[in-house]
């Protein structure tokens, strides 16, 4: 346990250094799309809207601004929280915040999704990538470079389908089930993420990838943006989601923090 209190001092020293000094703009990365018209939700969910309530000069003089915005919970640049796919697991506003800080693995699979668009990162994929840059830390969030971002905002493109509505027919690349046993069950991970619409595969039907890891109250990242720019190890990543009591899920801002 006392990995927890350690990991949140270090972060909070290396990213304020000392009292008063100048944040390094830098080594600061957005790993968020913004919403707007164009964000990506999964299909029959409800997207993004927002509008304007009040945007002006007001009669007493002084400039007033304010607006109002509606979506569902899963779509974006969004968390899963446990209970998505786990019964009993973790909501999102009881996610324990030591683990939304967390230093990042980042598997890079894009040759291999090159030659296959429904490619699975698989748990030979994680032990090579192990055998260069060291174990898998506990409480790491795992992340998967595919290089689907390339595709966002495009509908078609980035579900893999020309029918993005139909939520049978895509196809993009996803964790593996093997991969998921082994983070959780031998790595002890408290989170992984993705540049795809899903930590599963496309083609997916049962979603069992969700199931092992919210199961093992295990949240997942989707539609995470500007992977191309994070190390293989040595970044920290946070992850602040909107505190929704009860929620399964919801936008969330993820930055990291490059060593």
């Given at each position: ?13 290396a990213f304020f250094g000392l009292v008063g000094a100048q944040i390094d703009e830098r080594s600061l990365v957005d790993l968020t799309y913004s919403f707007d018209e164009q964000t990506i939700f ?76 429904d490619y699975r990162l698989s748990a030979e994929d994680l032990k090579t990538w192990e055998s260069r840059h060291g174990r898998i830390p506990i409480g790491a969030i795992v992340l998967m470079h ?114």
């Open positions: 346990m006392l990995r927890i209190p350690l990991l949140v001092l270090c972060v909070l020293l999964w299909p029959n969910n409800k997207p993004f809207q927002w509008e304007k309530t009040a945007w002006g000069m007001t009669a007493d003089g002084y400039w007033y601004a304010s607006g109002s915005f509606c979506m569902s919970e899963h779509g974006g640049t969004h968390i899963d929280a446990p209970i998505h796919f786990g019964k009993d697991q973790h909501t999102l506003d009881k996610i324990p915040l030591y683990r939304l800080v967390a230093p990042a693995a980042v598997v890079d699979v894009r040759d291999a999704v090159a030659k296959d668009r595919s290089g689907w971002g390339r595709y966002w905002p495009d509908k078609v493109k980035y579900f893999g389908s020309a029918t993005p509505g139909d939520p049978e027919t895509l196809h993009f690349p996803g964790f593996s089930k093997e991969a998921a046993e082994f983070l959780v069950m031998e790595r002890k991970i408290d989170g992984v993420g993705i540049d795809t619409p899903s930590i599963d595969h496309g083609p997916s039907r049962d979603f069992i990838v969700h199931q092992v890891l919210n199961g093992a109250n295990v949240y997942g990242l989707e539609n995470v943006a500007s992977l191309e720019r994070l190390p293989a190890t040595g970044a920290t990543v946070i992850a602040l989601p909107m505190k929704i009591k009860g929620g399964t899920g919801g936008p969330v801002r993820i930055i990291a923090i490059l060593p």
